[in-house]
């Protein structure tokens, strides 16, 4: 938690691979008590993006996991790094189509 102008929580997502965990966080304000959550994958790249409203998802983690290409256990959970406590309610799961947009690149930089 880091006290500015604003009260700030995390939110974290971590992948793990043989037995090895890395963690990406993004800053949300404290008064923001609903968000949405959007795990997306293409072949072995995954996205994992949030959003306060559910429909303007900002990038938390991009990564490449070797191995990932082929079918995958994942999960949710809730956690405070205090010894404190806090009701999480997980609602509306649904698997679809990918929503994370493939790149289409960019224009070259002119001389």
């Keep these: 938690m880091v006290l500015a102008v604003y009260l700030l929580f995390s939110v974290s997502c971590f992948f793990t691979v043989h037995e090895h965990s890395d963690w ?10 609903t968000m949405w ?6 072949e072995d790249d995954y996205c994992m993006e949030c959003a306060t409203d559910g429909k303007k998802f900002t990038q938390i983690r991009i ?18 790094p205090e010894q404190s406590s806090f009701k999480a309610v997980f609602t509306d799961m ?17 001389e």
């Design 37 to 42: 959550y959007r795990f997306s994958r293409r």
């Design 24 to 33: 990406a966080t993004t800053a949300i304000p404290a008064a923001v008590k």
């Design 94 to 110: 649904r698997i679809t189509e990918c929503m994370w947009k493939a790149h289409d690149g960019q224009a070259p930089d002119m």
């Design 63 to 80: 990564c490449h996991m070797w191995e990932g290409a082929a079918k995958i256990k994942f999960g949710i959970y809730a956690c405070s």
